[in-house]
């Protein structure tokens, strides 16, 4: 296991198609995070899991975005009837509990997502 | 709600000088941690050094240090004679743990090196 995974790495879709995408946590972690990165900002927040539970979503979440995390393992993002704004990079991290540990955060290299 | 400034949009430095990027950030809290992170061009996000707010000395980590200046709210990054591999995006981000357990980044600094 060397870090968290995430695919795919890119995706172009059509404007209102539905898109997937896969978040591999390191394996011993219980919390993960997923992230939305535009051109030129820092990530924003989406959601938060602890093992399979959503503990925490961030208005930015629209109720076209969905994500799980079904036993606590991998975690996927949907995205349905996608709209341009929804291009971004989509990043996934994750953390170990604790408040110190957890505090720390392991980032995947993203899905880069272009709707068009 | 926490919020995290970074005014410097673009910074440059020369090969093994020193630069400084400056970050500060807004919260009610006392306890709280906060943290550098690089993301180099198409490459994932790495933590480069972290603080926790209950700890009066900075914190190092090799060529990286900070000065985390808790009463003024500022935590800004130093990195000594700076090599060509540390060009890259540098975010600021905060994190509490105390009732949301979201990282809260800043627009960050681009930062070159010069050879």
């Known amino acids: 296991d060397t870090g968290v995974s995430q695919n795919p790495r890119h995706k172009i879709t059509k404007r209102g198609q539905n898109v997937t995408f896969r978040c591999d946590p390191i394996?011993?972690?219980?919390?993960l995070y997923w992230y939305r990165q535009t051109l030129g900002q820092g990530p924003e927040f989406l959601t938060y899991?602890?093992?399979?539970?959503?503990?925490?979503k961030s208005r930015l979440l629209s109720d076209r975005f969905s994500a799980e995390r079904p036993k606590g393992s991998f975690s996927t993002l949907e995205i349905q009837r996608t709209e341009q704004g929804d291009s971004a990079m989509y990043l996934c991290?994750?953390?170990?509990?604790?408040?110190?540990?957890?505090?720390?955060?392991?980032f995947g290299q993203g899905t880069r997502l272009t709707v068009v | 709600a926490q919020t995290v400034t970074q005014s410097q949009p673009e910074m440059s430095v020369q090969e093994a000088e020193t630069v400084t990027l400056s970050c500060t950030y807004d919260?009610?809290?006392?306890?709280?941690?906060l943290f550098w992170y690089k993301q180099p061009p198409s490459r994932q996000m790495i933590l480069v050094i972290r603080?926790?707010?209950?700890?009066?000395q900075n914190a190092t980590e090799n060529r990286f240090s900070v000065n985390f200046q808790k009463a003024a709210k500022s935590f800004s990054l130093k990195i000594s004679d700076s090599q060509l591999g540390d060009a890259a995006m540098y975010f600021c981000?905060?994190?509490?743990?105390?009732?949301?357990?979201?990282?809260?980044f800043g627009k960050g600094t681009k930062l070159s090196v010069i050879p």
């Open positions: 981000a905060y994190y509490s743990g105390a009732g949301s357990y979201q990282l809260t």
């Open positions: 919260t009610s809290e006392s306890d709280y941690y």
């Open positions: 394996s011993e972690h219980n919390r």
């Open positions: 603080q926790e707010a209950y700890k009066q």
């Open positions: 899991f602890q093992n399979e539970a959503q503990l925490e």
């Open positions: 991290a994750s953390s170990s509990l604790g408040r110190s540990t957890g505090a720390e955060a392991f």
